[in-house]
C-alpha cells in the first residue's frame, strides 16, 4: 500500500505529466511574400549604333530655329549667344542645351567657343 507521504509526492509529478501530455496545434509553414519566378527570356540583339547624321540628314526643316541656328554657326566670325536667343526666342540656358546636345552630340558637328575682348561669347561650326 502507498502511504500518505508518498501520494503526495507522486502526486504533483502524475500532473505535471498530464499538463504536458496535452497536444499542440500544429501549424504549417508559412509561405514568403515574394513574387514568382519569371522565365528568363532569351538574349535579345541590341541594335547596332548609327554614326552622327549631318545637318542636311538630321531632318531640320527649312526655316525651322534649328536650320536658323545652324546657318548662323556656319557664317565667318560666328555668332553670339545675343544673337541666339534673339532668333530663336530661347534662354541663355536652352541655347547653350542645343548648342551641346543637337549640334554637338546629335549632329557629330565640333562647335567652337571663344570669348571676345568685350566678354562676348561666340560660337562658331566649322562649314
Do not use: C
Amino acid at each position: 500500500m502507498i502511504s500518505t507521504a508518498e501520494a503526495l509526492e507522486t502526486a504533483p509529478a502524475s500532473i505535471s505529466e498530464e499538463q504536458k501530455a496535452t497536444p499542440k496545434a500544429s501549424t504549417a509553414k508559412r509561405a514568403r511574400n515574394v513574387a514568382p519566378k519569371k522565365a528568363k527570356s532569351g538574349k535579345k540583339a541590341s541594335p547596332a549604333k548609327k554614326a552622327p547624321k549631318s545637318a542636311k540628314a538630321a531632318g531640320t526643316r527649312h526655316g525651322s530655329k534649328a536650320a536658323k541656328v545652324l546657318e548662323l554657326l556656319k557664317r565667318p566670325g560666328g555668332v553670339t549667344s545675343k544673337e541666339l536667343m534673339k532668333a530663336t526666342g530661347w534662354q541663355p540656358h536652352s541655347v547653350r542645351g542645343f548648342l551641346s546636345g543637337t549640334v554637338g552630340k546629335k549632329l557629330g558637328q565640333t562647335v567652337t567657343s571663344t570669348k571676345g575682348e568685350d566678354g562676348e561669347r561666340t560660337y562658331s561650326v566649322k562649314a
